[in-house]
């Protein structure tokens, strides 16, 4: 199902993320108030607007409710920026706010004015965010290898009053289950191969990459 994305700042991180979700098939408008990166972005991301996303008139205008997520990318050293706008981005109906932060005081403040999600920029973190938001039964990703990657889910329904024996995952899809959280937060590692599976339970499978991208957990 394709989505739609805003993001506000396009550095690195900022176009990182863009990228991963333009690549994806998602619909992305990137914003910066710099012409340097709006051109140098422009022949990969379709949308790009050069404009001040501090300037509420023209968040005004964005039909900001409208996007799946608005992911605040704004350097470090404009934080004032950073808090104006996703301040700003709540008064206008954001329907989920992500935003960069350089120290975890930033990230507190950040979210005492709004935003849902904080992130620290790392190695491959726009992908990263990225991938958590195209699929969204998705909760974390992490690309171990270039062919290897961990993946954080809910208990997907067709597991769920069933054990590792009965599943044999890894013999039929190639990922292994190498850890549960329950409801009390308990966390299961190694799992018990006789535990089954309840429906609030977060697993965590890691895998082959095209095994993870093909494996679907349904009954369709």
């Known amino acids: 199902m394709k989505k739609q994305f805003l993001v506000i700042g396009l550095g690195r991180f900022g176009t990182s993320v863009a990228n991963t979700l333009t690549e994806a098939g998602h619909s992305v ?3 910066d108030n710099s012409e340097d990166r709006i051109q140098r972005v422009s022949e990969q991301i379709s949308d790009v607007i050069k404009c001040d996303a501090t300037d509420a008139d023209i968040l005004e205008s964005m039909g900001i409710s409208d996007y799946e997520a608005v992911i605040v990318c704004i350097g470090e050293k404009y934080i004032q920026n950073s808090i104006l706008v996703t301040l700003l981005l709540k008064e206008k109906g954001a329907q989920k706010i992500i935003a960069k932060a350089g120290t975890k005081t930033q990230g507190r403040v950040l979210s005492k004015v709004g935003a849902d999600i904080i992130v620290y920029p790392e190695k491959d973190m726009g992908e990263r965010v990225a991938r958590s938001l195209i699929s969204g039964n998705l909760i974390d990703f992490l690309q171990v ?10 208990t997907p329904d067709i597991l769920v009053g069933k054990n590792l024996i009965e599943l044999n995952l890894r013999h039929k899809h190639g990922v292994t289950i190498i850890s549960i959280k329950n409801r009390n937060n308990q966390i299961i590692a190694p799992p018990d191969v006789n535990y089954r599976f309840a429906k609030d339970d977060i697993l965590t499978v890691i895998g082959d990459n095209k095994q993870l991208k093909k494996l679907k957990f349904t009954d369709e």
């Open 145 to 154: 290898s270039d062919d290897v990657s961990i993946i954080e889910i809910p």
């Open 29 to 31: 408008v990137g914003i």
